[in-house]
Nanobody
Framework: QVQLVESGGGLVQAGGSLRLSCAAS????????MAWFRQGPGKERRFVTS????????DYADSVKGRFAISGDNAKNTVYLQMNSLKPEDTAVYYC???????????????????WGQGTQVTVSS
């Protein structure tokens, strides 16, 4: 089975930066797209950003546009989330997700993804 492992979460002050990593492991893996979602306290899991392996097209939620950047390293089957100018409202558990293939499903939907990581906590203090 493919496993996704997030790392890089932690506690940071408002205005600071963090970089999250998500590495696929367990078996040889190639994805159509990978994404980050997040779930804040008492909130539903929401889309943050996605990247398509072929061509590198990206998409961002309005709330993070201009502050976050997603990138990938195909050789390592790893995706990164660079988070800058962090705000307290960015506090959440961040989940990595991977879509194994194109299923004609909007990539902002959780249903587009086949594999999920366990999440990594990001806490932004005021």
């Amino acid at each position: 089975q493919v496993q996704l492992v997030e790392s890089g979460g932690g506690l940071v002050q408002a205005g600071g930066s963090l970089r999250l990593s998500c590495a696929a492991s367990g078996r040889t893996f190639s994805s159509y797209a990978m994404a980050w979602f997040r779930q804040g306290p008492g909130k539903e899991r929401r889309f943050v950003t996605s990247i398509i392996r072929s061509g590198g097209s990206t998409d961002y939620a309005d709330s993070v546009k201009g502050r976050f950047a997603i990138s990938g390293d195909n050789a390592k089957n790893t995706v990164y989330l660079q988070m800058n100018s962090l705000k307290p409202e960015d506090t959440a558990v961040y989940y990595c997700a991977a879509a194994a293939r194109y299923d004609r499903i909007w990539l902002r939907s959780q249903n587009a993804y086949d594999f999920w990581g366990q999440g990594t906590q990001v806490t932004v203090s005021s």
